[in-house]
């Protein structure tokens, strides 16, 4: 098997009562998995908690000694429900206040006179953190040694995501091939699938149905960041396939 770099981990925590109720709908997580698969990080777990002190701590503790990166979003506005910047400050055990730099990003967009304690919330940023730059409301986010806190809102967190992208440490990246099945159905093959993954351990398999006008169609992924061994267990799933198609 080809050598491949040790595997760069992230987690995604989504802050947010109105998640949970379902009142807002997230956009992020996909956008997030997208941005980290094609740049070689693997996204290995979401956790979603409400505006909780503890939940959020604890989340934070948790998800950041498991992997290389966590991502959160949400939490970081101006309203006595913005409690991350809090939350991080104490899963760190640093102080919080008022950062001159994100106050002077803020003073590009508002007028100083109308800087309120409320606006200054925004400005609140953990000790020893760095900040994230916000080009659409300037707000920022903000690093603290692998916590990247961000917007909930999509589009400024696709600009926070952008603005930090070419900082993080990257992994090999995943090669997928995907193989049409059409209107086989799952349980013709299921046990000749499982027996050619079993034969191929170093590769992700799965089988993913998808409703259509005509019926079901199934395709097969096949995922790995081995190149080789993608093309192996393809080959192995395509004679399957045919063997049993009528």
């Keep these: 098997m080809t050598n491949t770099p040790p595997a760069v981990t992230a987690a995604i925590l989504v802050i947010g009562d109105e998640i949970l109720s379902g009142r807002t709908k997230d956009k992020n997580i996909g956008t997030i ?8 990080i693997e996204l290995r777990e979401v956790r979603i908690v409400p505006d909780e002190a503890p939940m959020i701590v604890e989340a934070v503790n948790a998800l950041r000694a498991r992997h290389t990166y966590l991502f959160t979003t949400g939490g ?5 429900d913005d409690i991350t910047a809090d939350c991080v400050a104490e899963a760190f055990g640093v102080s919080i206040d008022v950062d001159p730099r994100a106050r002077a ?6 007028k100083p006179e109308d800087l309120n304690a409320a606006r200054l919330r925004m400005a609140r940023i953990p000790a020893g953190a760095d900040l994230i730059a916000n080009p659409i409301s300037k707000a920022p986010g903000f690093r603290i040694e692998n916590v990247f806190v961000m917007a909930g809102v999509p589009a400024i967190m696709q600009a ?3 603005n ?3 900082t993080l440490t990257t992994g090999a990246k995943v090669v997928s091939e995907t193989i049409e099945v059409g209107n086989l159905p799952e349980g013709a093959y299921a046990s000749d699938l499982a027996a050619v993954a079993a034969a191929h351990p170093g590769v992700s398999i799965g089988s993913y149905p998808s409703m259509t006008q005509g019926g079901f169609l199934n395709r097969i992924v096949v995922r790995s960041k081995d190149a080789e061994a993608v093309m192996r267990a393809r080959g192995a799933i395509e ?3 045919a063997r049993l198609r009528p």
């Design 160 to 162: 926070m995501l952008d």
């Design 76 to 80: 970081i506005g101006p309203t006595h």
């Design 164 to 166: 930090i992208g070419p």
């Design 105 to 110: 990003m803020l003073l590009e967009r508002i």
């Design 33 to 40: 998995a997208d941005y980290l698969t094609a740049i070689g």
């Design 239 to 241: 004679a399957l396939v």
